[in-house]
């Protein structure tokens, strides 16, 4: 009985594991997840912060994830300061991680 258990779970997991499959991020799913960074303070403007993300990087088109992710950093670059003194910075981190998340899911290697 514990060999058929074994091949049970065996097969389980590997179906899981297509499933785990990174499917493209949409832009809606990407505000959705930015817009609401959980965590966050209350005063921070998640909405003014992941529409940059999404007007510089997301609506342009890239030549490679590389270049996408470089997106992501400009924007990063230009937010970070000013979000750090407000207490903000945090919320910044995730809206980039959310744009990088964008380029890895949309943009081959």
Known sequence: MKPLSLLILVVLLAGLAGCAASRPLTDSEFRGFCYTNIGRKVSCDTIELCNEYDSDVLSVEHASRADCARGCENV?????VP???IGCGSTVLT?????VKY???NYPQ
């Open 103 to 105: 380029c890895n899911t």
């Open 83 to 85: 979000s750090e003194f």
């Open 76 to 80: 990063y670059n230009r937010q970070y």
């Open 95 to 99: 809206a980039y991680n959310w744009c």
